[in-house]
Structure formats: C-alpha cells, structure tokens
T-cell receptor, first 112, second 114 residues
Framework: QKEVEQNSGPLSVPEGAIASLNCTYS??????FFWYRQYSGKSPELIMS????GDKEDGRFTAQLNKASQYVSLLIRDSQPSDSATYLC????????????FGTGTKLQVIP | GAGVSQSPRYKVAKRGQDVALRCDPI?????LFWYQQALGQGPEFLTY????????KSGLPSDRFFAERPEGSVSTLKIQRTQQEDSAVYLC????????????FGPGTRLTVL
C-alpha cells in the first residue's frame, strides 16, 4: 500500500462544473495535509492546507478532511480552464522523521 | 528575489559524470527539502535539513547521492557517477520551521543523463 494514494486521472470536467479530487493516506498519526497545484513544466505551488476534521473553504476551493477514514479531498467550484493542472496531495510524516510524502497527483482537465 | 532559486535549471551529463545541483532557499527558512520528480509522478522525498543538520536522508536512493547545507542556508545535492535512471527533475523546497509548514518550491533542475 502506498503511503499517499491519488487517482492519476485524467479527470475531465466541463467549465463551470465542480471538480472533486481525492486522496487517501496510511499514516494514522498525520496531523496536517496539503494540496499543491502543478502546471506542466512548473514546480508545485500550495493551494490549500488543512489540519482539522471537516471543511475548509478558500474562494473556489474547499478542502475536506476525515481523519477516521484517512481521507482528504479537494473540491474546485466553478472550474475554469486555468485550473487545468496536476493536483498533488502531500502528507508530512508524523513519526519523528521529517519526510513529506506526495501522491502521484491527479491530472485535471477543464473543458471549455 | 524572495523565492527559492535553483541552479542550473537544466543539466545534461554523460553517464558516469558527477553533478552538483544548488538550492538557495528563502532567507530565514529553517527547513530545506530535496525531492526527485520523474515524469508523470509526484515528488519523491530525498532528504531534509533543519538549518545545517541533515535530519532525514531516508529517501536518498543510493550512496551516490549526497547533500549538504554547511551554513544552514544554501544547499547542494551531489550525484556521483550518474546513471540514466537518475534523469529527473530535482526540486528543492524550503519552509519556515518544520515539515508541517507550507513548503515553497524552487523551479527545479532538470537532469538528463545520456
């Protein structure tokens, strides 16, 4: 079992729709979770961070965390073609090491 | 600039050559991370520094990989006797304090080993 799992996609949604991106993780002690966006040929940039169970909203983005199910998701409302990118879920390891594990990323395509 | 910088942006090496990749983190950031990203994959953790101390090197794939951050600022990732499987983008990131803080990534160095 991979430590952080994401569906690689591509996930295609029409412009204006809601895109839902999912991530599961194996480290039960993890306390913080990050979503990064990576455009092709560019480096990752932070979209959202979440630390508590429930929802966290920032503009068109909502992160959802369920620690009991070891599941974190990212919703993008009113998807735009400029949202087309790969979305990476990142989970810092809780066990005394400083590693941060990234998922393989989900490629999102927003169709105009 | 205020961001993380890396050099060179592109490096082509012949198999067996040694390479050195440089990372200049955001000023004052305590933590520095190196990642390797293969095409179509997420970044894979290589190593972590807290100031000048290398606290985690569990992701370094072999003893050909070596990293240092002697003064707690600039870091260098060195790969000895490069192999074709080392071809990837090498990303450096820094964060204010720990691995639970936001990481800011540099533009990466694309290494191609022929």
């Amino acid at each position: 079992q991979k430590e952080v799992e994401q569906n690689s996609g591509p996930l295609s949604v029409p412009e204006g729709a809601i895109a839902s991106l999912n991530c599961t993780y194996s480290d039960r002690g993890s306390q913080s979770f990050f979503w990064y966006r990576q455009y092709s040929g560019k480096s990752p940039e932070l979209i959202m961070s979440i630390y508590s169970n429930g929802d966290k909203e920032d503009g068109r983005f909502t992160a959802q965390l369920n620690k009991a199910s070891q599941y974190v998701s990212l919703l993008i409302r009113d998807s735009q073609p400029s949202d087309s990118a790969t979305y990476l879920c990142a989970v810092p390891y809780s066990g005394g090491y400083q590693k941060v594990t990234f998922g393989t990323g989900t490629k999102l395509q927003v169709i105009p | 600039g205020a961001g993380v910088s890396q050099s060179p942006r592109y490096k082509v090496a012949k198999r067996g050559q040694d390479v050195a990749l440089r990372c200049d983190p955001i000023s004052g950031h305590v933590s520095l991370f190196w990642y390797q990203q293969a095409l179509g994959q997420g970044p894979e953790f290589l190593t972590y520094f807290q100031n000048e101390a290398q606290l985690d090197k569990s992701g370094l794939p072999s003893d050909r990989f070596f990293a240092e951050r002697p003064e707690g600022s600039v870091s260098t990732l060195k790969i000895q006797r490069t192999q074709q499987e080392d071809s990837a983008v090498y990303l450096c990131a820094s964060s204010k304090i720990t691995n639970t803080d936001t990481q800011y990534f540099g533009p990466g160095t694309r290494l191609t080993v022929l």
